[in-house]
């Protein structure tokens, strides 16, 4: 079976330092056969977007492998990890070179691998996984929660959504809340008028 894997990684509320978080969907035969989020890293100096880019990748690969892909390409809007990943970019920090040594084990187990820069258009799915276990552990985790509470959507912002008809679903971070309110906005002005 030949998959397609869109991955992609943030660290968020700031970066370096905040929470890592990724996420995958893995298509075959053009429908999604599996997801998956998690998180990569949390409030440290090395805790950055590309750690969780890559944590995405292995993340992907490791279920691509039990979905029994024989071939798997990697769709991901970081173009450093990407081009890392086809020896376009030589890797200069040791924990890059560390989780890359790793992808490139998982990827022994595939007769094909590839990967390939997408626009981040491309890759909403895979961003708003990524976003999910950001939010989900700064509210689940004490000390994440301490550290970056703030960043979380407001109680204000949930009912704005809700009232211009989006349903913000289980976890939503403040900059995203934003972003979705000036969507919403912007699309009801144009029915408008």
């Known amino acids: 079976m030949r998959c397609v894997a869109y991955v992609d990684g943030a660290c968020e509320p700031v970066n370096p330092g905040g929470v890592g978080g990724y996420g995958f969907v893995i298509y075959a035969e053009g429908r999604a056969v599996a997801e998956g989020l998690g998180v990569a890293c949390c409030c440290t100096a090395l805790c950055t977007n590309n750690v969780a880019e890559y944590k995405a990748v292995i993340a992907a690969l490791r279920r691509a492998a039990e979905l029994g892909c024989r071939s798997v390409k990697i769709r991901s809007d970081s173009q450093l990890v990407v081009y890392q990943l086809t020896g376009v970019y030589r890797v200069h920090a040791p924990h890059l070179a560390e989780l890359l040594e790793e992808v490139k084990r998982a990827t022994s187990q595939f007769a094909e691998f590839s990967a390939e820069w997408v626009p981040r258009e491309r890759n909403k799915r895979a961003d ?66």
């Not at 989006?166 to 906005?185: H, M, T």
């Open 128 to 193: 708003r996984l990524s976003k999910l276990a950001i939010c989900r552990h700064i509210r689940d985790d004490e000390e994440a929660r301490r550290l970056f509470g703030d960043a979380l959507a407001t109680e204000r912002q949930i009912a704005y959504l809700k009232a211009l008809g989006v349903e913000p679903g289980d976890c939503l971070l403040k900059r995203e809340a934003s972003e979705l309110i000036s969507k919403a906005q912007r699309r009801r002005r144009q029915t408008l008028g």
